[in-house]
């Protein structure tokens, strides 16, 4: 069993709730704990240590760092693009403080680690959108992507001017059936398993051929915990690395569904989320996360929809 005291904060969320999981298999339930500002996940109830916290509270943090011996933190909450679109400003600022605050903490408490994680919301329309490289143009264009942005930056400064090891990856859409999404622009594509499942239809808020990066959550929580393993020469950039596992469309996923499910029937109704979608890669060029640390995804689109179907229709 691994050494290290892991705190995760926002572990409430759609990656919280299986990276917790994931860790205290790897660390022991006892060396992991969760918190978030709403009651714990039904999930991690009973699994391991489990207290309420609110990421913007910075005294909180660092009495729960302090009492529990703290040497890691995951720092997890954040508003995505849809709903950071709604209130930029709020947006900004959860997005902002808990982690310039966790920065403070990690230099102050000598914390081994932090991991926060980035989007490619940080690519805005001027960047290329196939095969989008680890270093290119980047205008991000949502509140979502310039906090995630402005966060690599400030990531980078504490490791250059403190030593601070923060690591980060640039997440594409994520799917999971464990845990749900909530106010992103990819959430298109974990809503149309569960309405093919129930309804053998859905109305996709995005146009049939928009192409996003995409990934199973399963690929994006082996990918998290190998990037926070890996040795620290590996780690070459201390802004965040692309991350890519697939790329598809939303007409492409309903094909993969109607191969399961032969009656399912999609129609298309965009919102102001096609917009964002139009200003993200269509696919992202992770050579970098491959070559320095051996970043490999499992799942393509067909082995994908397979699992999400088998394991939601047990539910
Ligand atoms: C969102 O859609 O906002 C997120 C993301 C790509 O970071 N899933």
Not at 266 to 286: K, N, T, V
Request: charged share 25%.
């Amino acid at each position: 069993m691994k050494k290290d005291k892991i705190l995760i904060v926002g572990a409430g969320g759609q990656i919280g709730v299986e990276l917790t999981l994931a860790l205290r298999n790897a660390y022991g339930a006892d060396n992991v704990v969760a918190t978030d500002i709403r009651e714990a996940h039904p999930l991690l109830k009973d699994s391991g240590p489990y207290a309420m916290l609110n990421a913007m509270d910075a005294a909180a943090t660092l009495e729960l760092i302090k009492k529990e011996g703290i040497t890691q933190v995951y720092l997890l909450a954040a508003l995505l693009s849809a709903t950071g679109e709604k209130e930029p400003k709020r947006a900004w600022e959860i997005n902002m403080q808990g982690l310039l605050q966790l920065l403070d903490i990690g230099v102050q408490e000598k914390l081994s680690k932090i991991y926060w994680p980035s989007s490619i919301a940080v690519f805005g329309s001027t960047t290329p959108h196939q095969n989008t490289p680890q270093e290119t143009v980047i205008e991000p264009r949502t509140v979502y992507g310039i906090s995630k942005y402005a966060g690599e930056l400030w990531c980078q400064y504490y490791h250059q001017r403190w030593g601070l090891d923060v690591r980060s990856l640039r997440y594409p859409g994520l799917i999971s059936w464990k845990s749900a999404p909530g106010g992103g622009t990819t959430d298109y594509a974990v809503e149309i398993y569960h309405e093919a499942l129930k309804h053998k239809k859905y109305t996709c808020f995005l146009k049939e051929d928009t192409y996003l990066p995409m990934m199973y959550m399963d690929d994006a929580i082996r990918g998290t915990i190998e990037l926070v393993d890996a040795p620290a020469d590996q780690i070459k950039t201390r802004m965040a690395y692309n991350l890519s596992a697939m790329s598809f469309s939303p007409r492409e996923i309903a094909d993969s569904i109607r191969v399961h499910i032969p009656e399912f029937t999609i129609d298309y109704a965009p919102d102001f989320r096609q917009q964002i979608a139009d200003g993200w890669p269509d696919s992202i060029d992770d050579t970098a996360a491959r070559e320095h640390w051996n970043w490999k995804p499992r799942f393509d689109l067909a082995a994908m929809t397979t699992d999400m179907l088998r394991n939601l229709s047990r539910m």
